[in-house]
Structure formats: C-alpha cells, structure tokens
C-alpha cells in the first residue's frame, strides 16, 4: 500500500510539474515570433521558469530541487519548446548540467557554488567547448584555448563558439588545454561575471535565433585551481560517458518534438478556420490534406514513445546502449519531416510568417547542426553492425 501511494504521488508531481511547464509555454508563445525576428535573449521567460521552480527540476531534493527524472525533464523540455524553442534549448543544456551534478560527476564544492546560486536567481548553465578552429570536440582535435598556472589560480585565454544561451549565462564549464609539460585537457568552472570575458555576436542563424549561441572570449581570465570539473591526459580522446550521453541526446530531441507539435497545431488551425470560397468548407476537409495529417500524427506518436521509453529505461537504471543516440537522429529527422510536411499542405498561407510554419521548419532545420550530426551517427551505427557481424561470423554463430 506504501509503495503505491508513493507512486501515485509521484505520478501526480509530474503532472503537476508538466502542467505548470504548459502554462508558462503558453504565454512563453505570444512572444516566441518577436525573440525569432530581433534574436533578443528572452531573459523573462527564465525568471519565470525560476519562480516556477522549474530551474531546479532535476536537481535532487535533498539539494533543494525537485528531483524529477529523465521522462519528466523530457516532457517539460517538449513543452516548452511548444511555447519557445530557444527557450527551451537553453533549459535542456541547463538540466544537461544539472543532471551530471546529480549523478555525482563534479567536485561537491563546485556543485554546491552552482547550485546555491540556482536557488537564488536563473543561474543558468552550460558547456563552452566547441571553437573557431576546431569546430565541436566531437570532430576531435585540442582546442586552442589555454590554461596556464598562476599562483593557486588558472590564467584562461581563448575563444568558444556556440555557446547556447550565452547572454544569459551566469556558469561555463570551459574546455582549456593546459600549459605544461604533460598537457592536460581540463574542464573548468568559470562564473561569467569575472574580468577578462567578452561576448561577441555572431549567431545569426536562421532557426533558434534567440538562443544567443555567440562566442565567448577569455583573456587572462583568473579561475581558481580548484575550479576544475574533469580532466584528463591530452593525448586522449576526449571523455564521453553514457550516462550524461543518454541524458543530452534525449533532451536535445525533445525540444525538436516540441517544435513540430508546434508546426502541427498551426497547420491544424489553419486547415481547420480557412474555408475558401471556391470549397464552401475549411480545408480540413479535403482528403489529401487529412492524409498529410495523419503522417504527421505518425512521426509525432513514434518519437513521443522513442522519448518515453528510453527516458523510462535510464530512469530505472537500465542500460539503452546506443538508443538513445538512435533516438536523437529519428526524433530529429522525423520533426524536419513534420515541419517540412506543415509548410507543404499550409500552401502559400503556409510561407506566411504570421502563420509561423515557416520559424517551425527554420528551427527544426537547425536541429541537424548539433554534434555529433547524422552523418556521424549512421556511420557509428554502421561500423558497429559490421563489427558485430564480422566477430559472430568468425564465431560461427548467427548475427544480431
């Protein structure tokens, strides 16, 4: 009986959580197409997602958040996105963060300066790794920014790019090559307060324009020695585990889902309110156009159950192996898909940008510059079946 009014708790503080994330989407939507024409940071819809304590999701309670999983944070990240996609890519990196804070993967005294921050104000956070020259870590390479020692402090100089939500950034975990004799690949703790940062504006992206993914330069920035999250020798590859993989992957497709939904209910209200005069009935009466929508319904139910269950395993602590980067590519491509479907059966009303088919579509596209991208996911996918298949062939056993 104890067990199953926990659960039914539980179920009901997800829902409750979820419904608060749809409310704020809401009204995040009536500023969503003025954020996608000027590019502005839209700084008050994160000081509503704190004072909705939403900041804090996956924070544990113990640390005073609301210690929800990977199937909640999903949800919200979607539900936003209906709202603001720019919104809520920045929150997804933000929990992203926060989920390998929970799991125990940085120094208790750098979580607990994040996280007392978090309770106090939008203190977002997020990676600042890729840069000019060497593109995404994922492609490979060492990144030119530097880290040298000063005393019982790090002297920082260099330039990141994409650095999602940089505007309204109050952390950066920087990846820093060390200067010494090893060098070390370092990931440092860096308040964006300190002196030495600058931003520089140079996302002018065609989808996800509010995101503020510009550049960040670091000169001679002072960061304390103990500010270091992770490191590692530099002659290896740089570190990635599954954990925090299945965690970023599904968050970041989540969003996308949110934005197709997003396309299908505009395309639904415009099918469903337009009756030409030449039709004498809305337009969502013409079998064609039910047909398009119920291929959109197809893509939008298969990546909600892809979400659903890959959260639900690494929640139970199951291992998904590579699924949920599987998961990344299909929610992904199908969302493109919707949007691209949207603009199709929308017709020229559908290129209207009052209609906001078209921000769909530009922001679902941008979707496909996240590392690691498509291509590099087949081609993984790809050696790993032939490994596969060539070790049970050699074994004389028949292939999985």
């Known amino acids: 009986m104890t067990a199953h009014v926990t659960a039914l708790k539980t179920a009901t503080a997800e829902r409750d959580v979820i419904a608060s ?64 996609p720019s919104t809520a890519l920045v929150l997804a990196m933000h929990y992203n963060n926060h989920a390998a804070i929970r799991r125990g993967d940085w120094p208790s005294h750098l979580a607990e300066l994040v996280l007392e921050a978090n309770r106090k104000r939008p203190a977002l956070l997020n990676a600042a790794q890729a840069e000019p020259g060497m593109g995404s870590p994922a492609h490979g390479g060492l990144p030119a920014t530097t880290a040298r020692q000063d005393g019982d402090h790090w002297i920082i100089n260099g330039r990141k790019s994409f650095v999602t939500g940089l505007t309204g950034l109050a952390f950066a975990n920087v990846l820093a090559l060390t200067e010494e004799t090893e ?47 992770a490191e590692q020798l530099a002659t ?22 949110g934005v197709a939904i997003s396309a299908r209910n505009d ?46 395993d690494v929640d139970a602590g199951r291992s998904v192996g590579t699924d949920a980067m599987v998961l990344r590519h ?15 059966l929308g017709g020229n009303r559908g290129l209207r940008r009052d209609y906001h088919l078209e921000r769909h579509h530009r922001d ?14 087949r081609t993984t996918l790809g050696k790993a079946a032939i490994a596969r298949f060539t070790a049970a062939t050699n074994a004389g056993k028949p292939a999985r």
């Open 183 to 229: 060098p070390r690949l370092i990931q440092l703790l860096v308040p964006l307060d300190l002196d030495g940062m600058s931003q520089v504006k140079t996302w002018e992206a065609a989808g996800m324009y509010a995101t503020a993914s510009d550049d960040l330069v670091l000169r001679d920035v002072r960061v304390p020695l103990d500010h270091i999250i």
């Open 21 to 84: 994330a749809q409310e704020l989407a809401s009204s995040f939507a009536q500023t969503a197409a003025h954020h996608d024409r000027t590019g502005e940071f839209p700084a008050a819809n994160f000081q509503a997602l704190f004072e909705a304590g939403l900041l804090g999701l996956v924070t544990a309670r113990e640390q005073g958040g609301l210690g929800e999983g990977l199937e909640t944070a999903q949800a919200v990240i979607s539900a936003i996105a209906v709202g603001e």
């Open 267 to 312: 395309l639904l209200a415009h099918l469903t309110q337009h009756s030409p005069s030449s039709l004498g009935a809305p337009l969502s009466t013409i079998p064609r156009l039910q047909e398009g929508l119920g291929e959109i319904e197809v893509l939008l139910a298969s990546n909600a159950r892809l979400l659903q269950s890959v959260s639900r």
């Open 330 to 344: 299909a929610v992904i491509e199908n969302a493109v898909r919707v949007t691209d479907l949207a603009l199709e």
């Open 236 to 257: 290896e590859p740089l570190r990635r585990d599954e954990a925090g993989g299945n965690v970023f992957f599904t968050l970041l497709a989540a969003v996308y889902q």
């Open 364 to 377: 679902a596209l941008t979707a496909r510059a996240h590392a690691p991208q498509s291509h590099m996911i």
